[in-house]
């Protein structure tokens, strides 16, 4: 069993390329939940519990029903997808695989809008207040990444630059930014929703999926840049760092089963319950 992941209410799903599949994590126990995978590059999950992978190398997206085993195509036909975020609504932003543009696809499949103008586009997250950011390699090296901030209404400017690899992003519950390679291979970076920067992590193998838990835990697909086989990293909210798994390969994405929330009748009952049980206390009182 996987020390400190038994008590959290998710299921961890990760990409490795390692292995050409999806490994999932659930209760403290790795399994494989789809295999024959081209290069799982990217995964996130809709509202509704569906999973989504972009198969970079076959240039398909696919999708499991309520992260259920059978396997259907959401789109094809793209170049290279190796990015994806779902906004509030559930449509589906995806690097459409040329690196310059990225596709709004609603929850039917279809295109809807496109934003252009990125150089190397590698990684897609949405803030609390349903704005979308996108970092873009531009090239690599030190000081040519950048990230991008778009608007719900479209509008568009330069959130950081002045990276390094901005392979991976991810928001905390504080509504910072955490970009992994964003000042070296190595690193992970904190960006406060002002803009201002600080190191978070460094000394790392080739970090690149980020994604918190329900907790507050970061996890990181630290994938090793020159062999088949890296670490899934935690840390924990207080900073303390921690092997998750050694065991998943190469690990390059990652993406927490959402936990379901209540269903209308549920509350309902509750609510029931609730109302029954402050009048009879009243009535024991009179």
Not at 21 to 37: H, P, W, Y
Not at 176 to 202: K, M, N, R, W
């Amino acid at each position: 069993m996987l020390a400190g992941y038994s008590t959290l209410a998710q299921n961890l799903f990760v990409g490795s390329y390692g292995n050409e599949s999806i490994l999932e994590f659930s209760g403290g126990t790795q399994t494989t939940f789809a295999t024959g995978l081209d290069y799982p590059n990217a995964l996130a999950f809709d509202r509704i519990g569906d999973l989504f992978e972009a198969d970079q190398s076959s240039g398909h997206i696919y999708e499991w029903a309520g992260a259920g085993t059978t396997r259907t195509t959401f789109a094809s036909g793209l170049g290279q997808p190796s990015a994806m975020a779902f906004n509030a609504a559930g449509d589906l932003f995806v690097d459409a695989g040329n690196g310059t543009t990225v596709d709004e696809y609603n929850p039917a499949g279809t295109i809807i809008s496109t934003f252009t103008g990125f150089n190397q586009a590698s990684a897609l997250a949405f803030d609390s207040a349903g704005n979308l950011y996108i970092s873009s390699v531009n090239g690599g090296g030190a000081g040519t990444g950048t990230i991008t901030e778009i608007t719900p209404k479209g509008v568009t400017s330069t959130f950081a630059s002045g990276l390094n690899y901005p392979s991976g992003l991810a928001f905390n519950t504080a509504g910072d930014l955490f970009v992994s390679g964003g000042s070296g291979y190595d690193t992970i970076t904190e960006i406060t929703p002002g803009g201002s920067e600080s190191p978070f992590a460094s000394a790392l193998n080739y970090p690149i999926g980020l994604a918190f838990d329900n907790t507050g835990d970061l996890f990181v697909a630290d994938g090793g840049q020159d062999s088949e086989s890296g670490d899934i990293t935690e840390f924990a909210v207080n900073g303390t760092r921690s092997v998750f798994s050694a065991s998943a390969g190469k690990p390059l994405s990652l993406a927490f089963e959402p936990v379901p929330e209540p269903s209308a009748y549920a509350l309902f009952g509750l609510g029931l319950v609730a109302l029954a049980f402050g009048f009879c206390k009243k009535k024991q009182t009179v």
